[in-house]
């Protein structure tokens, strides 16, 4: 999708947070990805402020990430303070 998001990068993000490169579909390994996608378009809007249509994909991606964290809380809430945690995502 954008070019700050190498294969390498996803690969590293996957290998840390699911446990292994192939392990795309755990629920820790896709919030730590959307996670830094967030954190990119941030930066992005910060610079460009009237871009509304990444102001939309960044809002669509921030529910997302609330929703598999809401999945994980329930889930296991000890999982779900580690991970908060090591992202930095406030709750």
């Known amino acids: ?3 700050y998001l190498t294969s390498e990068k996803k690969k590293e993000i996957f290998s840390e947070f699911g446990g292994s490169e192939t ?3 755990s629920t820790d390994a896709q919030v730590a ?3 830094y996608r967030i954190n990119e378009l941030a ?3 910060h610079k460009n402020p009237k ?3 990444c102001r939309r994909a960044l809002l669509n991606m921030v529910g997302k990430r609330k ?3 809401k999945y994980i809380a329930k889930k296991d809430i000890v999982k779900y303070r580690e991970l908060t ?3 930095g ?3």
């Open 85 to 87: 945690a090591k992202l």
């Open 67 to 69: 929703r598999f964290l």
């Open 33 to 35: 990805l959307l996670t």
């Open 1 to 3: 999708m954008a070019e």
């Open 51 to 53: 871009d509304h249509s």
């Open 23 to 25: 392990n795309t579909g």
């Open 43 to 45: 930066k992005h809007l």
């Open 89 to 91: 995502i406030r709750k």
